[in-house]
Structures are given as structure tokens and as C-alpha cells.
């Protein structure tokens, strides 16, 4: 079954700590895309990245990096030094090969404090 | 760049009305899909389309229709709403190989 979890319901933070969003998922196939997208309280859908399976090699984009392990199934997400404007709800998701459809988890709630 | 566009925001039915909603993308894209998102559920796929003239179904088709006559163009039905349909819709698009963009949303409250 193609499948993404995160487990993670709602995190909360304090303003400056770094906290780490979890997304494990399941397929059979080989070659499958993997995405993190935010939602902010305004309610758009942001893309924030894409990862090729073929491609483990971590990502750092400022604050935020990502940590692709294909061995355990994970796609972690990383906000280092969290700030207010952070808070929103994230969301990963997969497409596999061959297929039209992306896999959306149930995203994770992330609220900062100041 | 208007990108993805979604009308209308909001909007009231009483159930047993139909309506459609509205999807338009000017970046040439060929695909385009149609969520709903409800608390705790994440999104889930209600219809997609591969292509002008085409449509398929998603997880969560029943109650609701598509057609996509235009390239730019994806139209979601609601033939008779019901209350189970009060959700928050988005539409996206994506070109051959990449992510999905994301409309605003649409609104959606049946009584």
C-alpha cells in the first residue's frame, strides 16, 4: 500500500528552539517523489520541496533542511531557530512512478510561541 | 501571476443545491486535480485530469462531477449538496514532471 504517516498531530514551541517534523511513508516502487508543502493560518498551500528517490542527498534551504533516509522511510523536516511566522500546518506528501496521484499525510500543526 | 484561481472563496447552499466551482490555471498545465480538505483528514483527491477532454476519479468521488473542456479550465459539480459536503476545496495543477500548485481555496458550507 502506498501510504504517508505523520504521526505528529500538533507540535508546540517555543520561539527560537529547533523542532523537527516526522514523515515516514510506504510504497513498493523504485523511483517516487517525495514533498513537503505549508499551510498557513491565511489557509494557501505552499510548496516547500521536492526530493527525486534517486536523490538521498539532505537539503538545507536557510532555516529549514530536510533529511531524506530511504532505509528507514523518512522525510524529515527541520526548522531550525523557529519563529512565529513558522506556525502552520505542514504537509507531506509522495507520487510515485506511473501514477497521477499524490499521497498527502494528515499533516502536522506547528505553533510557535512567542 | 495569477497562477492558480479559484471561484467562488466562499459560499452557503442549502442542502439539495447544486452549484460549481472553478478552476483556472494560465500556466499551461496538464494536470489538474480537485481536493477536499476536512480536520484531522489531510487532503484527499475527489477528481483528476491528465489532459484536456479527460477526467478520472479520486478517493472521494461520489456526489460530485468534472469536466475539463479547456486546457486552462477544471470544473467541479455539486449535482445535490449535502451537509457531509461542507469542506474547504482546492484545486491544483501541475506541468508534466514537478509539484503541484495550489489554488486559495474555495469555501464550501452546506445547511
Known amino acids: 500500500a502506498q501510504k504517508v504517516t505523520q504521526a505528529q498531530t500538533e507540535i508546540s514551541v517555543v520561539e527560537k528552539e529547533d523542532v523537527t517534523l516526522d514523515c515516514v511513508y510506504e510504497?513498493?516502487?523504485?523511483?517516487?517523489?517525495l514533498f513537503w508543502y505549508k499551510q498557513p493560518p491565511s489557509g494557501e498551500l505552499v510548496f516547500l520541496i521536492r526530493?527525486?528517490?534517486?536523490?538521498?542527498q539532505n537539503e538545507i534551504s536557510g532555516r529549514y533542511s530536510w533529511n531524506f533516509q530511504k532505509s528507514t522511510s523518512s522525510f524529515n523536516f527541520t526548522i531550525t531557530a523557529s519563529q512565529v511566522v513558522d506556525s502552520a500546518v505542514y504537509f507531506c506528501a509522495l507520487r510515485y512512478s506511473g501514477t497521477y496521484k499524490y499521497i498527502f499525510g494528515t499533516g502536522t500543526r506547528l505553533k510557535v510561541l512567542a | 501571476n495569477a497562477g492558480v484561481t479559484q471561484t467562488p472563496k466562499f459560499r452557503v447552499l442549502k442542502t439539495g443545491q447544486s452549484m460549481t466551482l472553478l478552476c483556472a490555471q494560465d500556466m499551461n498545465h496538464e494536470y489538474m486535480y480537485w481536493y477536499r480538505q476536512d480536520p484531522g483528514m489531510g487532503l484527499r483527491l475527489i477528481h483528476y485530469s491528465v489532459g484536456e477532454g479527460t477526467t478520472a476519479k479520486g478517493e472521494v468521488p461520489d456526489g460530485y462531477n468534472v469536466s475539463r473542456l479547456k486546457k486552462q479550465n477544471f470544473l467541479l459539480g455539486l449535482e445535490s449538496a449535502a451537509p457531509s459536503q461542507t469542506s474547504v476545496y482546492f484545486c491544483?495543477?501541475?506541468?508534466?514532471?514537478?509539484?503541484?500548485?495550489f489554488g486559495e481555496g474555495s469555501r464550501l458550507t452546506v445547511l
Open positions: 526530493r527525486n528517490s534517486f536523490d538521498e
Open positions: 491544483a495543477s501541475r506541468p508534466s514532471a514537478g509539484e503541484l500548485f
Open positions: 510504497t513498493r516502487d523504485t523511483t517516487y517523489y
